[in-house]
């Protein structure tokens, strides 16, 4: 069961927001995740970007949450990494937080560990900044997501991935020292909750409709 208030940000997710223009690439993630999901019964999707700060937390917890959320909770893993290693921008746990998950820090120091939960009896989603072929990641057989440009250009080759789409997004990176620093990390999570519940309601449809 999904925490109340986080049960209630989803509820008010607008699917029907997602531009057509965005459907093409989502919708290959949907084919691949798919595709995997009937030939091995399971999935591990690794969401990587430059820095595996912002834009990657914020994929595979949206992502996590939404495989739950349509029933896919015990087949399809989210993970996340970067091509360096940062830490995990403290403004992502605070929309994610305002969104309803529960988040509690495990670690202290420049790259602190984070516990983001969506559910009392569900597994924690489990957020710090590393390399996406860190041994805490999955070694071959994911679908690697690369949600920036710059990460896409710098690993041509994604070594371990069985596939590979792009889904990039807008780094709020850019709004730090702005006023519209808050509005703008909120902005940037609800379009990829969007994308992410959009993606796994057309998962949901299409595996039910070929078994």
């Given at each position: 069961?999904?925490?109340?208030?986080?049960?209630?940000?989803?509820?008010?997710?607008?699917?029907?927001?997602?531009?057509?223009?965005?459907?093409?690439?989502?919708?290959?993630?949907?084919?691949?995740?798919?595709?995997?999901?009937?030939?091995?019964?399971?999935?591990?999707?690794?969401?990587?970007?430059?820095?595996?700060?912002?834009?990657?937390?914020?994929?595979q917890v949206?992502?996590?949450?939404?495989?739950?959320?349509?029933?896919?909770?015990?087949?399809?893993?989210?993970?996340?990494?970067?091509?360096?290693?940062?830490?995990?921008?403290?403004?992502?746990?605070?929309?994610?937080?305002?969104?309803?998950?529960?988040?509690?820090?495990?670690?202290?120091?420049?790259?602190?560990?984070?516990?983001?939960?969506?559910?009392?009896?569900?597994?924690?989603?489990?957020?710090?900044?590393?390399?996406?072929?860190?041994?805490?990641?999955?070694?071959?057989g994911f679908?690697?997501?690369?949600?920036?440009?710059?990460?896409?250009?710098?690993?041509?080759?994604?070594?371990?991935?069985?596939?590979?789409?792009?889904?990039?997004?807008?780094?709020?990176?850019?709004?730090?020292?702005?006023p519209e620093?808050?509005?703008?990390?909120?902005?940037?999570?609800?379009?990829?909750?969007?994308?992410?519940?959009?993606?796994?309601?057309?998962?949901?449809?299409?595996?039910?409709?070929?078994?």
């Open positions: 069961m999904l925490f109340e208030p986080l049960q209630h940000f989803i509820e008010n997710i607008d699917t029907g927001k997602v531009s057509e223009d965005r459907k093409e690439a989502l919708l290959t993630l949907r084919d691949y995740v798919l595709a995997m999901l009937r030939k091995e019964g399971e999935v591990n999707l690794n969401f990587i970007c430059t820095h595996n700060s912002r834009r990657s937390h914020l994929a949206w992502a996590q949450c939404a495989a739950y959320y349509y029933g896919f909770g015990r087949n399809i893993r989210c993970y996340s990494g970067g091509t360096e290693a940062t830490a995990m921008y403290l403004s992502v746990a605070g929309v994610l937080s305002e969104s309803g998950f529960h988040i509690d820090r495990l670690s202290e120091g420049e790259n602190p560990i984070y516990s983001i939960k969506y559910g009392f009896n569900q597994p924690a989603v489990i957020g710090f900044s590393k390399e996406y072929h860190h041994t805490f990641n999955p070694a071959e679908i690697a997501i690369m949600t920036c440009d710059q990460a896409s250009e710098a690993c041509p080759v994604v070594t371990g991935a069985a596939a590979r789409v792009s889904v990039t997004y807008e780094d709020p990176k850019k709004f730090d020292d702005t620093k808050l509005s703008k990390y909120q902005e940037r999570s609800e379009q990829i909750a969007t994308e992410m519940f959009w993606v796994f309601n057309q998962l949901k449809s299409d595996f039910t409709y070929g078994q």
